[in-house]
């Protein structure tokens, strides 16, 4: 079995995962730390090594808010449970799952885990790449920097680096999947069939990739879980900022952090630094600072609406979100809010109305909510499904498992990353039969995806799978991940199908 590869830096030495057949390799450095000098810098190269680098322990997390494993939280509670996992700045490490047994050009999955852009790591206990690799497939998770560390800028650091000056977690990630482009190979990958993949904010950074001009031809397949959003309506979410925005944020974080230069910045120790992120995150909000910027060089546009982007990669999209999440609806109680509400939003006098039309009258709460709540992520694969009606397809998915748990979670946003995996064993959730079937056919589906950019063939017991259609906009239909899986139409409402109409004709 194989357990030493060499890579371009040196000798990594992994070991057998709990089944033997497969080796995991933990915390194999991709890139210099990103310390001192190399604080708000784009990733420079990994130093080599001499000898056998023993990678048997994933690497410190991402500074971030402390982890509070606190049971009462359902994040926490879920899968946060290492109060005393180890955090520090140098955190530029990824880690490979892959057959032991001497294969070669398997196809392979890099996944960016999500968490806002804010928090997160890979060594998250559902990330575990084991049971995709069984499948004959080399799985690499990442890790890359979050908050202040990773999405901050300033007009020093635009002067000292012009083409690289923010967006360094997003540059993280893309130098972390070079590194797998030129290394794969002698861990018996394909460097030629890459699948990105992530969820959330991991989701978001995959779209982010999918636009960048400079990663043409970098991978071939995308998966994006619960991360691309258009929302219909106004929303508080900051998901992309302007450069210019993003420089002045800069400039008032050093003020809040009290240092008048970037030397002086980037001499503060990484635990002050933490603290003061956190303290500007408990007064500006979550997430709402350090975020994607629109640089002119990395990212061209707001990454959400890749399906419109020049930039954007040709490659297949498999996308789709759980049953229970980022729903939003005019911000009205009755009759009159809502008027006043959507001649807001359209002041034209004849689209108001058209979209007033399309409501009950007169108006309540009740009524408001279930004829205008539009799922922002449904809203963008819809859009998506016509922006790409003549490109690579799109395989919409819908994730309506019942969640067991004496806490009665619905499908809460990530739930369905303990499926895909696989890896419901590692949760307290009393999973049964029903769970695990459902797990290894997304798994199955997965990884065929992986494997060809099309999620449909056989599954692991060499059994046709239900067939799943690419979305189509005159036709669509949507994978249905519940008590079983199957798939079914899902034809616009009439609030969502006007809004869906104005967005096209006003795009």
């Given at each position: 079995?194989?357990?030493?590869?060499?890579?371009?830096?040196?000798?990594?030495?992994?070991?057998?995962?709990?089944?033997?057949?497969?080796?995991?390799?933990?915390?194999?450095?991709?890139?210099?730390?990103?310390?001192?000098?190399?604080?708000?810098?784009?990733?420079?190269?990994?130093?080599?090594?001499?000898?056998?680098?023993?990678?048997?322990?994933?690497?410190?997390?991402?500074?971030?808010?402390?982890?509070?494993?606190?049971?009462?939280?359902?994040?926490?509670?879920?899968?946060?449970?290492?109060?005393?996992?180890?955090?520090?700045?140098?955190?530029?490490?990824?880690?490979?799952?892959?057959?032991?047994?001497?294969?070669?050009?398997?196809?392979?999955?890099?996944?960016?885990?999500?968490?806002?852009?804010?928090?997160?790591?890979?060594?998250?206990?559902?990330?575990d790449?084991?049971?995709?690799?069984?499948?004959?497939?080399?799985?690499?998770?990442?890790?890359?920097?979050?908050?202040?560390?990773?999405?901050?800028?300033?007009?020093?650091?635009?002067?000292?680096?012009?083409?690289?000056?923010?967006?360094?977690?997003?540059?993280?990630?893309?130098?972390?999947?070079?590194?797998?482009?030129?290394?794969?190979?002698?861990?018996?990958?394909?460097?030629?069939?890459i699948?990105?993949?992530?969820?959330?904010?991991?989701?978001?950074?995959?779209s982010?990739?999918?636009?960048?001009?400079?990663?043409?031809?970098?991978?071939?397949?995308?998966?994006?879980?619960?991360?691309?959003?258009?929302?219909?309506?106004?929303?508080?979410?900051?998901?992309?900022?302007?450069?210019?925005?993003?420089l002045?944020?800069?400039?008032?974080?050093?003020?809040?952090?009290?240092?008048?230069?970037?030397?002086?910045?980037?001499?503060?120790?990484?635990?002050?630094?933490?603290?003061?992120?956190?303290?500007?995150?408990g007064?500006?909000g979550?997430?709402?600072?350090?975020?994607?910027?629109?640089?002119?060089?990395?990212?061209?546009?707001?990454?959400?609406?890749?399906?419109?982007s020049?930039?954007?990669?040709?490659?297949n999209?498999?996308?789709?979100?759980?049953s229970?999440?980022?729903?939003?609806?005019?911000?009205?109680?009755?009759?009159e809010?809502?008027?006043?509400?959507?001649?807001?939003?359209?002041?034209?006098?004849?689209?108001?109305?058209?979209?007033?039309?399309?409501?009950?009258?007169?108006?309540?709460?009740?009524?408001?909510?279930k004829?205008?709540?539009?799922?922002?992520?449904?809203?963008?694969?819809?859009?998506?499904?016509?922006?790409?009606?003549?490109?690579?397809?799109?395989?919409?998915?819908?994730f309506?498992?019942?969640?067991?748990?004496?806490?009665?979670?619905?499908?809460?946003?990530?739930?369905?990353?303990?499926?895909?995996?696989?890896?419901?064993?590692?949760?307290?959730?009393?999973?049964?039969?029903?769970?695990?079937?459902?797990?290894?056919?997304?798994?199955?589906?997965?990884?065929?995806?992986?494997?060809?950019?099309?999620?449909?063939?056989?599954?692991?017991?060499?059994?046709?799978?239900?067939?799943?259609?690419?979305?189509?906009?005159?036709a669509?239909?949507?994978?249905?991940?519940?008590?079983?899986?199957?798939?079914?139409?899902?034809?616009?409402?009439?609030?969502k199908?006007?809004?869906?109409?104005?967005?096209?004709?006003?795009?």
């Open positions: 079995m194989i357990r030493r590869v060499l890579t371009e830096n040196g000798w990594v030495k992994g070991l057998p995962a709990a089944d033997p057949r497969i080796t995991s390799y933990k915390g194999i450095p991709f890139a210099a730390p990103p310390v001192g000098k190399n604080r708000w810098r784009a990733p420079q190269p990994c130093e080599n090594w001499e000898g056998d680098r023993e990678c048997y322990a994933f690497a410190k997390i991402p500074m971030q808010p402390p982890i509070s494993a606190d049971p009462k939280n359902l994040y926490d509670r879920e899968w946060h449970v290492d109060k005393e996992i180890p955090m520090g700045e140098d955190c530029l490490y990824l880690n490979v799952w892959a057959p032991a047994d001497g294969r070669k050009d398997m196809p392979v999955f890099v996944w960016y885990f999500g968490g806002g852009l804010q928090v997160g790591y890979s060594a998250e206990m559902e990330f790449g084991e049971r995709i690799a069984r499948r004959g497939i080399v799985v690499v998770t990442v890790n890359y920097r979050v908050n202040a560390f990773g999405f901050m800028t300033h007009p020093e650091i635009q002067k000292e680096a012009p083409d690289a000056c923010a967006n360094f977690g997003f540059l993280d990630q893309q130098a972390a999947t070079r590194w797998v482009k030129r290394n794969i190979a002698a861990f018996g990958g394909d460097p030629e069939n699948t990105i993949g992530g969820q959330s904010a991991g989701g978001m950074s995959v982010a990739q999918m636009t960048c001009p400079g990663n043409k031809g970098l991978f071939k397949n995308a998966i994006i879980q619960s991360g691309t959003f258009v929302f219909p309506y106004p929303s508080p979410m900051g998901l992309t900022c302007t450069m210019e925005k993003a002045q944020t800069g400039v008032e974080f050093f003020d809040f952090l009290g240092v008048k230069t970037l030397e002086e910045a980037r001499a503060v120790d990484e635990v002050t630094l933490r603290d003061k992120v956190c303290e500007w995150m007064t500006h979550f997430g709402m600072s350090f975020c994607e910027v629109v640089d002119g060089t990395f990212c061209t546009g707001n990454s959400q609406n890749w399906f419109r020049e930039d954007c990669m040709p490659v999209v498999l996308m789709g979100h759980t229970n999440e980022f729903f939003g609806a005019p911000a009205a109680e009755d009759e809010s809502l008027k006043a509400f959507v001649r807001k939003v359209f002041p034209d006098d004849k689209k108001a109305d058209e979209l007033l039309s399309l409501f009950s009258h007169p108006a309540t709460k009740e009524s408001i909510a004829e205008g709540a539009i799922c922002a992520i449904d809203f963008a694969t819809n859009l998506a499904g016509h922006y790409r009606a003549n490109g690579k397809p799109i395989y919409y998915y819908y309506d498992a019942p969640i067991p748990g004496w806490d009665d979670p619905g499908c809460f946003h990530s739930v369905d990353l303990w499926f895909f995996f696989e890896t419901l064993a590692k949760c307290w959730r009393p999973f049964r039969g029903l769970h695990y079937d459902l797990a290894r056919q997304m798994c199955d589906y997965w990884c065929n995806f992986i494997k060809t950019g099309d999620p449909n063939g056989i599954d692991s017991q060499g059994e046709q799978l239900p067939e799943w259609p690419a979305f189509d906009e005159n669509p239909r949507r994978m249905v991940f519940g008590r079983t899986s199957i798939c079914e139409d899902c034809p616009p409402a009439p609030v199908k006007w809004l869906l109409d104005e967005y096209k004709a006003n795009a």
